[in-house]
C-alpha cells in the first residue's frame, strides 16, 4: 500500500472487509493512441451524472468508476456493508489504467487528490472541492464542522429526506429562477432512478451503512499533505461562485497555496458543476489540466523586454503609481548607512526613480547642513544605473540632466546590461538595490550567484519582486479562452529561496497583497501595456486577438467585478515579496 494512504485523517476501525478494486464501465474512443481519462463522481450520485458530458469526451477514453454503494451495478462488495478508508484508496489505485488523468467531482475530487503520488495518474481536474471539504485547523474556506454533523445526523434519521435536500442544495443556484431550479432537482432525483434508487433503497441496511460511510470521508479526508507534495502534476481545480455546498472563498484558500502547477477556473453556476460544464459546452475545462505543457513556452525573450521596456520609457510614469509605491517601500527599509558614501547598484534601474528618492534625502540633508563649514557627505560615492532596456537609460540620463541645476548626485553611472552577467569586478559593491526587475530573469541561480560575487562580505542587496499571485485574474481569465501563454508568470518564494542559498546568501521577507481596481478592461490593459509589462514569454500567442476571443475573454474578467466602494471595478492583484539578501562577513 501507497504511503499516501497512510493518511492519519483516514481512521481504521475493526470489521472493515477490503476491497480488491471497484465497478468501471469504459467507453472508447475511435483512436488507439487515444489517452486515458478516468471519471469518479461524488457522494449522493452514481457515475449517471457524467453522462451529459460524454459526448463531448469522445476524443478520449473514458473510464467511469462506481464508489461502493452509488450505482446499483456496484452494491456487491463482497457481502460487506462498510468499507476501510485506505482499502477505498487503494481498490480505486488498482482499478485506475495503468497512465491516466483523473476527472473527479465532490468527494471523488478528494479521493483523487489522495492520490496524485500514485505513479499512474498524470493529471487532475477536481470540480466542486477543495482539498477539505469541512472546515479544518488552518483551513477555514470549508463547510462548518455544525452544518456538515447537522447534515449527517439528518441522514442518519432519514435518508430520503436528506437526499432530497441534498440534491436541492447541489443544484441550488441563486442566479436561476426558481422554476430553473426546481428542473434541476428534479433532473438530479431521475439520475438517482437511474442509478438504482428507489423508494426502499435505504430500507436494506447495507445501503445506508455504505452511503454513511462515504459520506464521512467528506468529513474525515484532509488532502492538504498531498497536494502540496506535487509539483510535477498539473492540478486544475473547477469551481463555481454560486455553490451552496463549498463556500467561493476556496478559490482563493488554493491560489493562496503558491503552487505554479495548480490552476484554477471560477464558473457562475452550483454545485452540480458536471452539469454546468454540459450546458456551457466547455468540455475543454476538463482537459486542461492535461495538457502537456513545454516549458520552452514560458522562456522569458530578453530582446522583447528591452525593445518592451525602451518602448515605454517616455509614458512609463505616467502609469507607475503602483511601481513608485513599491520602491518608496523597499527604499524606507534600507537603512542611511547602506548608501551614504558608498558605491551602490540599482539592479533594473528603469526610469531611475531610486535615484530620485536618493536626491530628494541629499537635498533634505544638504539644506539643513548647508550653514556648517564642513558638508558631510550624504550621498553614494559611486552610483551605477544597470538596466537590460538602453531606452531607459537614455531616458533616465535625459531626466537627471534636468535636474541637474537643482541637484546632482556624484558620479553617477549608466551600464546596459544583463543582470544575470553583471560587467562588474569581484566584491566592487557596497550595496544593491532592484525594485520589481528581477521577476524578468530568467535563471535565479545565476543571478544570485552574480549579487554575491559583486557584494562586499557583510553588504546586504534590498530586492522587491513579485510573486506567483500576481496577476491571477488575468490568468484565469485567458484560460478560460485558450490554452496559449498570456501572462507572464512569476516564481514562488519557496523557489527563489532556494536559489537564494545555493548562492551563499541569507534572506529576510516581507509579503504584501496590492490590488489595483479599474473601470473597465480597457483601462487595465492599457496600464498593462504603457509600463511594457505585458506578456514577455516565448511562447506567447501571436497575432491579434480576433474579436471572438477577445469578447469571452472580457466576459470572463468580468466575473471578478465587484463593488469596491467607489462603485463595481475590475480588480488585478500584484503579490510583492520584499527581500533583504545579506552576504556574510566571511
Not at 471519471?39 to 468508476?65: R, T
Not at 527599509?333 to 528603469?350: I, T, W
Not at 547642513?369 to 531606452?391: C, F, I, V, Y
Request: a negative charge.
Amino acid at each position: 500500500m501507497m504511503n499516501m494512504l497512510s493518511n492519519p485523517n483516514l481512521k481504521v476501525d475493526a470489521g472493515f472487509t477490503e476491497l480488491q478494486q471497484l465497478k468501471c464501465k469504459t467507453y472508447w474512443a475511435d483512436d488507439a493512441q487515444a489517452e486515458d481519462y478516468v471519471l469518479i463522481h461524488g457522494w449522493g450520485m452514481g457515475a449517471d451524472i457524467w453522462q451529459p458530458i460524454l459526448p463531448m469526451l469522445d476524443s478520449v477514453n473514458v473510464h467511469c468508476i462506481s464508489l461502493p454503494g452509488f450505482d446499483a451495478s456496484s452494491l456487491d462488495v463482497d457481502g460487506s456493508e462498510v468499507f476501510e478508508p485506505g482499502e477505498l484508496l487503494s481498490a480505486l489505485e488498482n482499478t485506475l489504467p495503468e497512465r491516466c488523468h483523473l476527472i473527479a467531482y465532490s468527494l471523488g475530487g478528494l479521493l483523487a487528490q489522495c492520490l496524485l503520488s500514485s505513479e499512474k495518474v498524470l493529471s487532475l481536474s477536481c470540480l466542486g472541492v477543495g482539498p477539505c471539504f469541512v472546515a479544518k485547523e488552518q483551513w477555514p474556506a470549508a463547510m462548518n464542522p455544525d452544518d456538515f454533523e447537522d447534515f449527517l445526523r439528518s441522514f442518519e434519521v432519514n435518508p430520503e429526506a436528506c437526499l432530497s435536500r441534498f440534491i436541492a442544495l447541489q443544484n441550488k443556484d441563486d442566479s436561476h429562477s426558481a422554476a430553473q431550479n426546481k428542473k434541476s432537482i428534479i433532473k438530479g432525483r431521475r439520475q438517482l432512478k437511474a442509478s438504482g434508487f428507489n423508494v426502499d433503497f435505504f430500507s436494506v441496511s447495507g445501503n445506508k451503512k455504505l452511503w454513511l460511510n462515504c459520506l464521512s470521508l467528506l468529513e474525515t479526508i484532509d488532502a492538504r499533505a498531498d497536494l502540496l507534495a506535487q509539483k510535477d502534476k498539473n492540478i486544475h481545480f473547477i469551481l463555481a461562485e454560486n455553490d451552496a455546498l463549498v463556500p467561493v472563498v476556496v478559490a482563493k484558500a488554493i491560489a493562496e497555496l503558491q503552487q505554479d502547477n495548480i490552476q484554477i477556473s471560477l464558473l457562475k453556476g452550483s454545485h452540480n458543476i458536471p452539469a454546468t460544464i454540459a450546458r456551457q459546452s466547455r468540455a475543454e475545462l476538463l482537459l486542461q489540466a492535461s495538457l502537456k505543457e513545454n516549458p520552452a513556452a514560458y522562456r522569458l525573450d530578453k530582446i522583447r523586454i528591452a525593445k518592451s521596456f525602451s518602448k515605454s520609457a517616455k509614458s512609463y510614469d505616467s502609469v507607475a503609481a503602483l511601481q513608485r509605491q513599491i520602491c518608496e517601500r523597499l527604499f524606507s527599509q534600507v537603512p542611511a548607512e547602506h548608501f551614504v558614501g558608498k558605491a551602490v547598484l540599482d539592479l533594473g534601474s528603469g526610469t531611475a526613480y531610486f535615484q530620485k528618492l536618493l536626491e530628494q534625502g541629499f537635498s533634505t540633508l544638504k539644506s539643513k547642513a548647508e550653514s556648517q563649514t564642513n558638508l558631510p557627505q550624504h550621498s553614494p560615492t559611486r552610483l551605477l544605473n544597470l538596466d537590460l532596456a538602453e531606452g531607459m537609460l537614455r531616458f533616465s540620463k535625459q531626466q537627471a540632466r534636468q535636474r541637474e541645476e537643482e541637484i546632482s548626485l556624484l558620479n553617477v553611472e549608466y551600464i546596459a546590461s544583463d543582470a544575470e552577467s553583471l560587467p562588474l569586478a569581484d566584491e566592487c559593491i557596497d550595496s544593491i538595490f532592484s525594485s520589481l526587475a528581477i521577476q524578468w530573469c530568467q535563471q535565479e541561480e545565476q543571478l544570485f550567484k552574480e549579487i554575491h560575487r559583486v557584494l562586499k562580505p557583510g553588504s546586504a542587496a534590498y530586492i522587491a519582486t513579485l510573486g506567483p499571485r500576481s496577476l491571477w485574474q488575468l490568468r484565469e481569465a485567458w484560460r478560460q479562452v485558450d490554452d496559449k501563454v498570456h501572462v507572464n508568470r512569476f516564481r514562488a518564494l519557496k523557489d527563489l529561496s532556494a536559489s537564494i542559498e545555493k548562492s551563499g546568501l541569507s534572506f529576510e521577507f516581507e509579503e504584501a497583497d496590492i490590488d489595483l481596481v479599474f473601470d473597465d478592461f480597457k483601462q487595465l490593459r492599457y496600464e498593462l501595456k504603457t509600463l511594457g509589462a505585458q506578456n514577455m514569454n516565448a511562447g506567447q500567442n501571436e497575432g491579434l486577438s480576433s474579436r471572438e476571443r477577445l469578447t469571452k475573454l472580457l466576459a470572463a474578467y468580468e466575473e471578478y467585478r465587484y463593488d469596491s466602494g467607489q462603485g463595481a471595478k475590475l480588480p488585478l492583484t500584484y503579490q510583492v515579496f520584499y527581500l533583504k539578501l545579506m552576504k556574510p562577513l566571511a
